[in-house]
């Protein structure tokens, strides 16, 4: 079936830091790819998302880009911020499968 | 506003004590979803609702049930909780088109059985 791995955490970095999160998935056909952040007492929220492959997803500074030849994936920032602190989650939805695959979180602190 | 609404947020119950958790969206979409959020594992859908009436078994449905009789609200019903249900549980919703477009997120619940 199809999965999600995506990189441990915690994650800590100091603010105006790079930041990447690994995201590899396995899945038949052609997925659909997403990035969802949690801040803390709230539900997910859409990150950003791409549907096919080379597809950027961006938003709020942060990008990802579809690697079908790599099943990848990874969502960067340039620069982080204190505010950008949360759980990050990658997620695929494929077609047939009226569900998201989620990974298990990536939790992001950024330190002043 | 639009939103996904959940109710309780919080709740600690006891072993057997049947349960219901309420989801209700004012956005008029018509999937809604059901998941369950656990350390190290992620979120695991339970069940879904592609329409009124319309629902189906997610990846872990034992020990719930769901109904749908109206677009707007989306129940999650325990009807003998046990312990291994306790859980971060997130509504969602989104527009036609299903689990391709974005999910709105409730706040989640969160449910200790003890």
């Known amino acids: 079936g199809d999965s999600v791995t995506q990189m441990e955490g915690p994650v800590t970095l100091s603010e105006e830091a790079f930041l990447t999160i690994n995201c590899t998935y396995t899945?038949?056909?052609?997925?659909?790819l997403f990035w969802y952040v949690q801040y803390p007492g709230e539900g997910l929220q859409l990150l950003l998302k791409?549907?096919?492959?080379?597809d950027k997803g961006s938003n709020k500074g942060f990008e990802a880009t579809y690697r079908k030849e790599t099943t990848s994936f990874h969502l960067e920032k340039g620069s982080v911020q204190v505010s950008d602190s949360a759980v990050y989650f990658c997620?695929?939805?494929?077609?047939?499968?009226?569900?998201?695959?989620f990974g298990t979180g990536t939790r992001l602190t950024i330190i002043p | 506003e639009a939103q996904v609404t959940q109710n309780p947020r919080y709740l600690i119950t006891v072993t057997g004590k049947k349960l219901t958790v309420t989801c209700s969206q004012n956005m008029n979409h018509e999937y809604m979803s059901w998941y369950r959020q656990d350390p190290g594992l992620g979120l695991r859908q339970i069940y879904y609702?592609?329409?009124?009436?319309?629902?189906d078994k997610g990846d872990v449905p034992e020990g719930y049930k769901v109904s749908r009789k109206e677009k707007r609200n989306f129940p999650l019903i325990l009807e003998s909780p046990s312990p291994n249900q306790t859980s971060l549980y997130f509504c969602?919703?989104?527009?036609?088109?299903?689990?391709?477009?974005?999910?709105?997120f409730g706040d989640g619940t969160r449910l200790s059985i003890l």
């Open positions: 997620a695929l939805s494929n077609f047939g499968n009226e569900k998201l695959t």
């Open positions: 899945a038949t056909g052609y997925p659909s």
């Open positions: 791409a549907t096919k492959a080379d």
């Open positions: 969602a919703s989104s527009s036609g088109g299903g689990i391709a477009q974005p999910q709105h």
């Open positions: 609702s592609m329409n009124v009436e319309v629902t």
